[in-house]
């Protein structure tokens, strides 16, 4: 079964200031793809980025990039300048042929 | 237009009661989810269908019962409601695929008294 690590329930940042999520996963699949889920107090669930397990390059959407490094199987996601409407929590998500597993998230919190 | 929509936005009920949660998606997706979210935040797959059949059914209760009229609707039942329940439920859709990704309703929180 496929496992996903977030190791750090809570994390803060300075505005404008850069922060780094991390995330894992246990998997013996080869085809697969990984996902950053953000879920602001308004609980609603929003994709933040994708990455397809097959490609080396990062994904990066605007301030948003990720570090995936599939022979370690790590997935961190990196927040450039970050804003007030950054925070909210962060789910690190794995997705095989059928299922999509979540890690136990990270709360993440900026400092005006 | 709402892409995925579920009802009630909030549910209180007491313990042993019925109550159902309703799940409709106008994406035009083959496959529903119902996810738990506990107090703690932790998402936990419950039960996925494909054009209207099971395909994923992890460790749930059978007081738990989905049920998917069509490929646009998926509801959940639950029956005699026990207080460790309570929590938020998901609905979501996407396209059966590795690489897509899923839709979320904006969820239903679950009190029960």
């Known amino acids: 079964a496929q496992t996903v690590t977030q190791s750090q329930p809570e994390m803060s940042v300075q505005e404008a200031e850069t922060v780094t999520l991390s995330c894992t996963y246990d998997?013996?699949?080869?085809?697969?793809?990984l996902f950053w889920y953000k879920q602001p107090p308004s609980r609603q669930m929003i994709l933040v980025i994708r990455?397809?397990?097959?490609?080396?390059q990062n994904a990066t959407e605007n301030r948003f990039s990720v570090n995936f490094q599939k022979a370690a199987k790590s997935f961190s996601l990196k927040i450039s300048d970050s804003q007030l409407g950054d925070a909210a929590m962060y789910f690190c998500?794995?997705?095989?042929?059928?299922?999509?597993?979540f890690g136990t998230g990270t709360k993440l919190q900026v400092i005006p | 237009d709402t892409a995925v929509s579920q009802t009630p936005k909030y549910l209180v009920t007491q313990m042993g009661n019925d109550k159902s949660i309703k799940c409709e998606q106008n994406?035009?997706?083959?496959?529903m989810y119902w996810y738990k979210q506990d107090s703690k935040k932790f998402l936990k797959i419950m039960f996925s269908?494909?054009?209207?059949?099971?395909?994923i059914n992890e460790t749930v209760p059978n007081r738990f019962s989905p049920k998917s009229p069509d490929k646009a609707h998926l509801n959940l039942h639950i029956n005699s409601l026990e207080l460790g329940d309570s929590a938020v439920y998901f609905c979501?859709?996407?396209?059966?695929?590795?690489?897509?990704?899923?839709?979320f309703g904006s969820g239903t929180q679950l009190s029960v008294l």
């Open positions: 994406l035009g997706h083959d496959t």
């Open positions: 979501a859709s996407s396209q059966l695929g590795a690489g897509e990704k899923l839709f």
């Open positions: 269908y494909n054009n209207k059949e099971l395909i």
């Open positions: 998500a794995y997705r095989g042929y059928q299922k999509v597993t």
């Open positions: 990455q397809e397990a097959y490609k080396q």
């Open positions: 998997t013996s699949e080869s085809d697969y793809y």
